[in-house]
């Protein structure tokens, strides 16, 4: 249990189809994040957030929309994708975003696009 | 982002100790080395973190020099579980550089 819990664990949609990855973190963190982790590749960091205002955006594509509602949530929303969009995709928080401090991680969801 | 070199890949085996040491030369002043561990399928799990001379978790020790352009992470007794990868990452806010990290694995 890191604290960080990701849903679902698995997707496999339509590359026409909406769907939406859900992050809770109970850990009283202000900073929230959203990585990529294609096979055989590092992780890349896309979006984060801190204080619920996004302070990155990392040449994401449009196709992906995040959301912050609150410290505690964090969506990312999905639409028209295309299959190198299949990967596991990881959320983090952590206390701030400086001083290098540590993230805590979910278990990721794992994303097929048909 | 301070670049980090570490090797790919380490075999041991059951009740030994692992060191994996971590090259960073152009670390910054206000650089913290983090160490993390990842089991497939899983996110990262934090190891330890530290800035100079030694840290001590329950899991795991750090040991940094006094010139801070290298680290070794030192797994004590490891066991078949504690086959993962594990990555040494060299940052002051939240950009972390990933990298390949080093594939340990532990055999009986």
């Known amino acids: 249990e890191t604290g960080v819990t990701q849903t679902p664990r698995h997707l496999v949609m339509g590359m026409t189809n909406k769907k939406s990855l859900k992050c809770e973190q109970h850990?009283?963190?202000?900073?929230m994040y959203w990585y990529k982790q294609s096979a055989k590749k590092p992780l890349e960091l896309m979006f984060v957030?801190?204080?619920?205002?996004?302070?990155e955006n990392n040449s994401v594509p449009s196709r992906f929309s995040p959301e912050c509602p609150n410290s505690s949530h964090l969506f990312l929303h999905l639409h028209t994708l295309q299959p190198e969009d299949s990967a596991l995709y990881l959320c983090?928080?952590?206390?701030?975003?400086?001083?290098?401090?540590?993230?805590?991680f979910g278990d990721g969801t794992r994303l097929s696009i048909l | 982002l301070a670049k980090t070199t570490q090797p790919i890949s380490m075999d041991s085996y059951e009740g030994q100790e692992v060191n994996i040491t971590c090259s960073h030369n152009?670390?910054?002043?206000?650089?913290?080395i983090t160490w993390y561990q990842q089991f497939p399928s899983q996110g990262p799990r934090f190891i330890i973190q530290?800035?100079?001379t030694k840290v001590t978790n329950e899991v795991a020790s750090l040991f940094i020099p006094a010139d801070r352009k290298s680290s070794t992470l030192s797994l004590p007794r490891v066991s078949l579980s504690d086959t993962a990868v594990y990555y040494c990452l060299v940052a002051n806010d939240y950009k972390l550089s990933f990298g390949a990290g080093t594939t340990v694995t532990v055999r009986a």
């Open positions: 983090a928080s952590s206390q701030a975003t400086g001083l290098g401090q540590p993230q805590h």
């Open positions: 957030y801190s204080l619920e205002e996004r302070v």
């Open positions: 152009n670390i910054a002043t206000n650089d913290y």
């Open positions: 850990l009283g963190h202000n900073a």
């Open positions: 530290g800035y100079k």
